[in-house]
């Protein structure tokens, strides 16, 4: 009798089994044609995530409301800091937390960010603001980012154009409202609120594959353990963190030099025979730096969009290769820094135009890649944890853009008459 019970559980549980993988098999034929509405509210995902660091960073010294390259880089430092803290705990905790609990999180910290921002003339409390809101995007980029482990890695691809675009949009809008429209930095930072409600909206919007994917998982059972395979256990996501350790450091290199380059090395780089001051030959830079930025994130995105299948063709999976690139271009603008050997500043725009867009392209190459993965699971913890890469090189090249800076500028001045030539940037 027993033999015979035992026996029903086990084919029964065997059903289950063939019941749950022919469901995951159709969710990922289903996934490999996703819907324009699909692409296009990861494409919204990722626009919000980068729209708000660009208009933040942009306010940096309106912020504090000093003109003070020191005081804009605190802002800048303060900012990345939630990448260092939080992307590998939520992501850790992503499998084990409902989806919405995430979103919904985004509104008080948002709110409170914002209030802090716009309402205090106290710097500790400004830069408090800064680091709210610098946690809600850093939760939110894991978030949109974890959540194409369920889609067909088009979505990622939709998430990069997206975030890629607001590289350029997310300067411009704060630039615009307060210098053409002539509004008050305080007016547009308060419009950022907008951001959590943009994000819980796409939110609902979104098939809820995640769901269906985790309940047909919960239907998975071991016949000998009868133990749930939902989740990944404290053993497996410390193994996979390892293996991500060469991509994390990949990404840690190429946003550090990035940011390096563009923060303390082009500062000291101006040109007497350009059209417009030395004082604004930062603005231009970084002009040139975003839209390489943008186009390097969104590149393979937009391929895929105009010719699906184009996409593996360019993929480069070799990503060192991009990594070195960044590394070249960074060792030519402070050699040019040094001795003075570019012919105009046309010249440099193109090198930060350049380094811009391959330091992009090793996330957005990498993305890919990992997206690759068969276990649904592993892509939900690698794409997240690729998050952790771009946090820290941001913050590290924010840090050492100073160290870098002083000596530069300072050799400059002792080697050219035209002191003016040597720092882009308003004093």
């Not at 990622?156 to 002539?182: E, R």
């Not at 946003?255 to 563009?262: G, K």
Request: charged share 15%.
């Amino acid at each position: 009798m027993a033999d015979s019970r035992a026996s029903s559980t086990e084919n029964l549980l065997l059903e289950n089994d063939e019941t749950a993988e022919k469901s995951l098999q159709n969710a990922a034929e289903h996934s490999r044609k996703e819907s324009p509405k699909t692409i296009i509210l990861f494409c919204m995902f990722g626009f919000m995530v980068c729209f708000l660091a660009g208009a933040v960073l942009t306010a940096a010294e309106d912020i504090l409301e000093k003109d003070l390259t020191e005081q804009t880089g605190v802002v800048w430092v303060v900012y990345s800091i939630p990448f260092l803290v939080f992307t590998g705990f939520v992501t850790w905790i992503f499998d084990r937390v409902s989806t919405i609990i995430i979103v919904v999180s985004f509104f008080p910290l948002m709110v409170f960010g914002i209030a802090f921002l716009a309402l205090p003339n106290i710097t500790w409390l400004k830069l408090v603001g800064v680091f709210l809101v610098g946690t809600v995007d850093c939760v939110s980029e894991v978030t949109a980012v974890a959540l194409t482990a369920y889609f067909d890695r088009v979505t990622i691809m939709a998430f990069c154009i997206g975030s890629g675009v607001s590289y350029v949009i997310g300067p411009l809008y704060y630039t615009a409202m307060t210098s053409w429209f002539k509004i008050h930095p305080k007016v547009v930072l308060i419009t950022l609120v907008i951001h959590p409600i943009g994000f819980l909206s796409g939110f609902v919007l979104l098939e809820k594959r995640r769901d269906k994917f985790r309940s047909n998982s919960f239907l998975t059972t071991d016949t000998k353990t009868l133990e749930k395979t939902d989740y990944l256990s404290f053993k497996s996501k410390c193994r996979q963190s390892c293996l991500l350790l060469p991509k994390i450091l990949q990404l840690f290199l190429s946003f550090a030099f990035n940011d390096l380059a563009v923060s303390g090395v082009t500062t000291s780089i101006a040109f007497k025979n350009s059209p417009f001051s030395p004082a604004d030959h930062y603005k231009y830079y970084l002009m040139a730096s975003f839209g390489g930025l943008c186009l390097g994130r969104a590149y393979l995105g937009i391929v895929e969009l105009i010719k699906p299948g184009w996409a593996d063709k360019i993929l480069i999976r070799r990503t060192w290769t991009l990594v070195a690139l960044t590394i070249c271009h960074v060792i030519i603008l402070v050699l040019a820094s040094i001795y003075r050997f570019l012919p105009n500043v046309w010249v440099t725009m193109i090198l930060v135009f350049s380094l811009g867009f391959w330091s992009e392209a090793v996330f957005t190459n990498i993305s890919v890649i990992l997206g690759e993965q068969e276990d649904y699971r592993m892509r939900e913890l690698s794409l997240g944890m690729s998050v952790y890469g771009i946090g820290l090189g941001n913050l590290g090249g924010s840090v050492l853009s100073g160290y870098i800076e002083k000596p530069l500028v300072m050799h400059c001045f002792h080697t050219l008459k035209h002191n003016s030539l040597c720092f882009t940037r308003k004093l």
